[in-house]
């Protein structure tokens, strides 16, 4: 940013000058060459940060496909067979489903809305700023239906499932206790001590889990955070002595970083609610015993 | 006639008792079944093996040895199970992560 600031400064005294010869294709030109240099280290942050999403992102993924399998397991050792059997698809589907899109369309979708906006920018005759500012918002609404699809589909398949598990298991400990003769309660017993354990072990594992995404996510988050607040900085720094296009250049770099931000927040926060749910539904199944 | 048989009845009904006493003494008091009973623990740790969740959390710490370096997942997973779990911890680990990043 310190660059691009003194790149603006410098422009903004070359500009005075031409102005005092009255030589407009002079300060033209220099706009120009102010507009590429600022645009030149723009991107390589861009390029940068662009690269940290995607790995953080597949990272998400990777280790969801990991986790998700052995919490579905710990849950069906906890008796929350139907439970797992809705989630497990679901969840499965729309992890990779997410990490996929995101990748493929959402980021893709960003770097046109980006570069329409930079494009916009370098001359009053051509203007697509309108067109920009639609595939960011596009970009911002797809990721809240997604977020909102995804929580509402597994808490309410969650909650219906797991009072079927919770009297399916409580209907069969019953009968165990009461059907089998003199070791009866002791099996009944025994079966709830395992399952209390396995549900001990499924917590355990569900919280290391949201440690680990936090961890994944965390840096990037940061990265993006500093990146946004140092683009709008710059911006507001720079207005009393830089060109109006500029200044909305370095906004408009702003928003491209909070979309992103925007991104990866929803999707680490989707995941979380994932583990969390996964891990509560069993739990409410188990209150029925 | 009946008497002889009443006689030879009695007689085997000793039999049984006198057999019955010694089979009481004769038979080990030796079980199989322990006493001691089966710790939430024990089942812990044989779910733990069965279900391999040591070389997930293995696989997991990979993710974020950048982030926390002095963490230790399987610590983690013992203090979650054991229901202590030091947030200061984690959170100390990630600040000195973004320090280290940004410095």
Redesign the interface.
């Known amino acids: 940013m310190a660059s691009i600031i003194v790149i603006i400064v410098i422009h903004s005294i070359l500009k005075n000058i031409s102005e005092g010869l009255e030589n407009k294709g002079i300060a033209q030109i220099t706009y120009y060459v102010q507009y590429i240099l600022i645009v030149t280290l723009m991107m390589t942050n861009f390029a940068q940060i662009l690269e940290v999403i995607k790995e953080s992102i597949q990272s998400l993924v990777g280790f969801m496909n990991s986790l998700i399998p052995i919490l579905i397991t710990l849950m069906i050792t906890t008796g929350s067979v139907v439970s797992a059997n809705l989630i497990q698809p679901i969840i499965l589907f729309v992890i990779t489903f997410i990490g996929n899109f995101i990748t493929g369309i959402i980021i893709p979708l960003v770097l046109i809305s980006t570069s329409l906006g930079i494009v916009s920018k370098i001359s009053d005759k051509v203007q697509i700023d309108k067109l920009s500012k639609f595939f960011k918002s596009s970009v911002v609404w797809v990721l809240g239906v997604v977020l909102t699809l995804f929580v509402g589909l597994v808490s309410i398949e969650g909650s219906l499932s797991s009072s079927v598990d919770g009297i399916t298991a409580k209907t069969a400990k019953a009968a165990v206790s009461s059907f089998i003769p003199v070791v009866g309660k002791i099996l009944g017993d025994a079966v709830d001590t395992v399952i209390g354990c396995s549900s001990i072990l499924k917590n355990a594992t569900g919280i290391v889990g949201i440690v680990i995404i936090i961890g994944i996510v965390v840096l990037p988050i940061v990265k993006l955070a500093v990146l946004m607040g140092i683009y709008y900085l710059g911006s507001a720094l720079c207005q009393p002595i830089a060109d109006s296009k500029i200044v909305s250049l370095l906004d408009q770099m702003g928003d491209t970083f909070k979309t992103f931000l925007a991104i990866m927040c929803s999707v680490s926060v989707m995941f979380i609610i994932g583990v969390t749910l996964v891990i509560k539904i069993s739990n409410s199944g188990m209150m029925y015993r | 006639m009946l008497k002889i048989k009443n006689k030879q009845l009695v007689n085997l009904k000793l039999l049984i008792t006198i057999l019955s006493f010694i089979c009481i003494c004769i038979i080990p008091h030796d079980v199989q079944a322990s006493e001691e009973t089966i710790s939430?623990e024990s089942?812990?740790k044989s779910?733990?093996e069965a279900?391999n969740?040591n070389s997930?959390?293995q696989?997991?710490d990979k993710?974020?040895q950048?982030?926390?370096e002095d963490l230790d997942?399987g610590e983690?997973?013992t203090s979650?199970?054991t229901g202590n779990?030091d947030n200061g911890t984690?959170i100390n680990s990630?600040l000195r992560?973004?320090r280290r990043?940004s410095f």
Do not use: G, K
Request: aromatic share 14%; glycine share 0%; net charge negative.
């Open positions: 939430s089942i812990m779910q733990q279900l969740i997930f959390i696989e997991a993710y974020t950048d982030v926390y997942m983690l997973f979650a199970i779990i984690i990630i992560a973004i990043r």
